[in-house]
């Protein structure tokens, strides 16, 4: 078959109708439902016991921001004014070859991962100061009480030991006793998502959902009548292993690779983490059926970073950087201008799924909270993909539009940058100043 044949085919299974955005917006809303009311779903939809900020929270916290292969640590200050002063900022990484670590795989346990973080944070906490603690932890918990979350499972492809079914609070407690921080208190745990919504819905209005469009992915939205407490709640849907979405054979191919197969479908369909593995699946099939040159690092997990991906998405006229991504990445380096077309189409349509099932999501959520659609909506986001992908935002917006094409612009959405650790000292705040 030619270049031309398969294109067609691939363009075929990567593109979703206005119509099926409508059905996975439908189905997304009754697994919120059901989510809601403790029936099996694949939305585990988790109570986050907060609810939105007043602006009135005041006082120096220290806020921890983990979720990804860095953890950034905060030091900030509450005016009770609806202002926020970032005094210090330092991000760490986790996995470091030339200092010989890396606290996110099997070989390192909890003691070493939450001992890691306590130290960080005694580099930025004043000796013998009081803090409230909010901790960002951006994986699946379930939630007892603000400041009680166990760990139901790592994803994102985290491993370290010892921290599965564990209470978070517990592990840091722990950790910030032996680092001799006794005047560092964790008061609030929570999701990065709920962490977004509370930074941008310190300062603007409306904000009725956020959401991460990075490495992982994940939305929470405010439930106006939360069943447990009858009043507002910001509930974490863990929206990442909602399953309610076609799978193509890439997609298949890439949750058989990943390490928890059947899991976080959506998550595997639009995240950073794993765009560049769909798209090396749907690139490995052109090679396979000989319209793209074989190349055994087809076969390699992670070849393609995000920011391979923005080069080639950005690329234009001859596009030499899509042929310095295929050449550097692939050991491909002579391929026709066809060629390097098909790829870059390839990257698009990929990404560009990305964006409208996301605006999927987005879109049933809208319909749980104002079935009439009588309200403006907006999404708060964070993430590398919103904020720099090429067109992942206007997309993204494109498809909110196709959903609701009477009232263009009522779902929108706006970048909430840094939106988790801003969060997590809002929350300190809130819990540090409760009576
Ligand atoms: C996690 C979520 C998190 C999201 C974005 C997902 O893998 O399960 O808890 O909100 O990533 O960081």
Same mark, same amino acid.
């Given at each position: 078959?030619?270049?031309?044949?398969?294109?067609?085919?691939?363009?075929?299974?990567?593109?979703? +109708?206005?119509?099926?955005?409508?059905? @996975?917006?439908?189905?997304?809303?009754?697994?919120?439902?059901?989510?809601?009311?403790?029936? %099996?779903? +694949?939305?585990?939809?988790?109570?986050?016991?907060?609810?939105?900020?007043?602006?009135?929270?005041?006082?120096?916290?220290?806020?921890?921001?983990?979720?990804?292969?860095?953890?950034?640590?905060?030091?900030?200050?509450?005016? #009770?004014?609806?202002? @926020?002063?970032?005094?210090?900022?330092?991000?760490?990484?986790?996995?470091?070859?030339?200092?010989?670590?890396?606290?996110?795989?099997?070989?390192?346990?909890?003691?070493?991962?939450?001992?890691?973080?306590?130290?960080?944070?005694?580099?930025?906490?004043?000796?013998?100061?009081?803090?409230?603690?909010?901790?960002?932890?951006?994986?699946?918990?379930?939630?007892?009480?603000?400041?009680?979350?166990?760990?139901?499972?790592?994803?994102?492809?985290?491993?370290? &030991?010892?921290?599965?079914?564990?209470?978070? #609070?517990?592990?840091? $407690?722990?950790?910030?006793?032996?680092?001799?921080?006794?005047?560092?208190?964790?008061?609030?745990?929570?999701?990065?998502?709920?962490?977004?919504?509370?930074?941008?819905?310190?300062?603007?209005?409306?904000?009725?959902? /956020?959401?991460?469009?990075?490495? #992982?992915?994940?939305?929470?939205?405010?439930?106006?009548?939360?069943?447990?407490?009858?009043?507002?709640?910001?509930?974490?849907?863990?929206?990442?292993?909602?399953?309610?979405?076609?799978?193509?054979?890439?997609?298949?191919?890439?949750?058989?690779?990943?390490?928890?197969?059947?899991?976080?479908?959506?998550?595997?369909?639009?995240?950073?983490?794993?765009?560049?593995?769909?798209?090396?699946?749907?690139?490995?099939?052109?090679?396979?059926?000989?319209?793209?040159?074989? +190349?055994?690092?087809?076969? &390699?997990?992670? =070849?393609?970073?995000?920011?391979?991906?923005?080069?080639?998405?950005?690329?234009?006229?001859?596009?030499?950087?899509?042929?310095?991504?295929?050449?550097?990445?692939?050991?491909?380096?002579?391929?026709?201008? /066809?060629?390097? +077309?098909?790829?870059?189409? =390839?990257?698009?349509?990929?990404?560009?799924?990305?964006?409208?099932?996301? /605006?999927?999501?987005?879109?049933?959520?809208?319909?749980?909270?104002?079935?009439?659609?009588?309200?403006?909506?907006?999404?708060? @986001?964070?993430?590398?993909?919103?904020?720099?992908?090429?067109?992942?935002?206007?997309?993204?917006?494109?498809?909110?539009?196709?959903?609701?094409?009477?009232?263009? $612009? &009522?779902?929108?959405?706006?970048?909430?940058?840094?939106?988790? #650790? @801003?969060?997590?000292?809002?929350?300190?705040?809130?819990?540090?100043?409760? %009576?």
């Amino acid at each position: 078959m030619t270049l031309d044949i398969q294109l067609t085919k691939i363009r075929q299974e990567l593109t979703l +109708s206005a119509e099926a955005l409508a059905d @996975i917006a439908t189905s997304f809303r009754k697994a919120m439902v059901e989510g809601l009311a403790g029936q %099996p779903s +694949s939305l585990k939809m988790l109570p986050s016991f907060i609810g939105l900020p007043n602006g009135r929270e005041k006082g120096s916290v220290i806020a921890i921001d983990f979720g990804g292969t860095n953890v950034r640590v905060i030091e900030a200050e509450l005016d #009770g004014a609806a202002k @926020i002063e970032v005094r210090q900022m330092k991000r760490f990484p986790l996995i470091d070859a030339a200092a010989g670590y890396n606290h996110t795989n099997q070989e390192a346990d909890a003691s070493q991962l939450f001992g890691f973080i306590a130290a960080r944070v005694a580099e930025i906490a004043k000796p013998g100061a009081s803090y409230p603690l909010g901790h960002t932890f951006s994986f699946p918990c379930e939630q007892l009480g603000i400041n009680q979350a166990r760990l139901i499972h790592w994803t994102k492809e985290f491993r370290t &030991r010892g921290v599965e079914g564990q209470d978070i #609070g517990a592990l840091l $407690g722990a950790a910030l006793a032996k680092a001799g921080l006794a005047g560092v208190k964790g008061v609030a745990i929570i999701n990065d998502t709920v962490g977004t919504q509370l930074a941008a819905a310190y300062s603007q209005r409306n904000i009725d959902m /956020a959401s991460i469009c990075g490495t #992982g992915h994940n939305t929470c939205y405010l439930e106006p009548r939360h069943p447990l407490s009858g009043k507002p709640m910001i509930v974490n849907m863990e929206s990442g292993n909602f399953d309610g979405v076609p799978q193509t054979r890439f997609d298949v191919a890439v949750d058989r690779e990943s390490e928890r197969p059947g899991a976080q479908r959506l998550e595997k369909m639009v995240s950073g983490y794993y765009l560049g593995e769909v798209a090396r699946q749907v690139l490995s099939t052109l090679a396979v059926e000989g319209v793209l040159p074989a +190349s055994e690092a087809f076969g &390699r997990k992670q =070849v393609l970073k995000g920011i391979d991906l923005d080069r080639i998405l950005a690329d234009t006229g001859a596009l030499a950087q899509t042929a310095e991504v295929m050449q550097r990445c692939f050991g491909l380096g002579s391929l026709s201008a /066809a060629q390097l +077309s098909a790829v870059q189409e =390839v990257l698009r349509l990929v990404a560009r799924r990305s964006a409208r099932l996301v /605006a999927a999501s987005f879109q049933g959520t809208a319909l749980h909270i104002d079935p009439q659609g009588a309200q403006a909506h907006k999404v708060a @986001i964070d993430g590398s993909l919103y904020e720099k992908m090429p067109n992942y935002a206007l997309w993204l917006q494109e498809a909110l539009d196709e959903m609701n094409p009477a009232s263009r $612009g &009522r779902l929108s959405t706006v970048l909430a940058k840094d939106g988790s #650790g @801003i969060g997590a000292a809002i929350a300190a705040a809130t819990v540090g100043m409760a %009576p």
